[in-house]
């Protein structure tokens, strides 16, 4: 398993457009977390899912932004009307099934810049 | 509410050096979870230790180690005899469960930068 990818690893938009971004977990692990990085800060959580039920969102997730996980395997963001303020580094994580409070995965992440 | 400080935002030292990232956090939680994570240009945070709240024993992994002190709700981290290839960001962060959900509150992060 290469570890959890996310595409694109880049993306410029401008201002009103929407956006989607994916995120394929490691196989097998069915707990998956989106944390949105923004520039000289930590990650901050996003949403979760445990399969394809999303579990969580934080008031952080504005009704501009929307997940999915469908079939339990590979997720989505979507953010629509993009707005500058939504420039950041949005990761994915995901876990093993069955073994709590262990490490999370991380993937390389996208890098939004809204133009 | 939990919440992760690092007090430090950038640390520059020379080769060969010794530092320790700081780490303070709150919790309400009589069960939790510390994790180290470090952040390379590439962007992808790689775990570095998971502590839990009931193990107060200090871990030494190669040049890194870290120093779990309950009674003053710190978690830092040593790196000996530091080498370039350590400059990255550090990031501390602190893990309870809430609504069965493992999620990580993450502390600012520190720069460390390693100059030859």
């Known amino acids: 398993d290469t570890g959890v990818s996310q595409n694109p690893r880049h993306k410029i938009t401008k201002r009103g457009q929407n956006v989607t971004f994916r995120c394929d977990p490691i196989s097998e692990h069915n707990r998956l977390y989106w944390y949105r990085q923004t520039l000289g800060q930590g990650p901050e959580f996003l949403t979760y899912?445990?399969?394809?039920?999303?579990?969580?969102k934080s008031r952080l997730l504005s009704d501009r932004f929307s997940a999915e996980r469908p079939k339990g395997s590979f997720s989505t963001l979507e953010i629509q009307r993009t707005e500058q303020g939504d420039s950041a580094m949005y990761l994915c994580a995901s876990i093993p099934k069955w073994i709590m409070n262990t490490e999370a995965f991380f993937g390389q992440g996208t890098r939004l810049t809204v133009v | 509410a939990q919440k992760v400080t690092q007090a430090q935002t950038e640390i520059s030292v020379v080769e060969k050096e010794d530092v320790t990232l700081d780490c303070v956090y709150e919790?309400?939680?009589?069960?939790?979870?510390l994790f180290w994570y470090k952040q390379p240009p590439s962007g992808e945070l790689v775990f570095l230790i998971r502590?839990?709240?009931?193990?107060?024993q200090n871990e030494i992994s190669g040049r890194y180690s870290w120093n779990f002190q309950k009674s003053t709700s710190s978690f830092n981290f040593t790196i000996t005899a530091s080498q370039v290839v350590d400059s990255a960001v550090y990031f501390c962060?602190?893990?309870?469960?809430?609504?069965?959900?493992?999620?990580?509150?993450f502390g600012q992060g520190t720069r460390l930068t390693i100059n030859p």
């Open positions: 919790t309400r939680d009589t069960t939790y979870y």
């Open positions: 502590r839990n709240s009931f193990d107060e």
């Open positions: 899912f445990q399969n394809e039920a999303q579990l969580e």
């Open positions: 962060a602190l893990s309870g469960l809430i609504q069965g959900a493992q999620k990580l509150v």
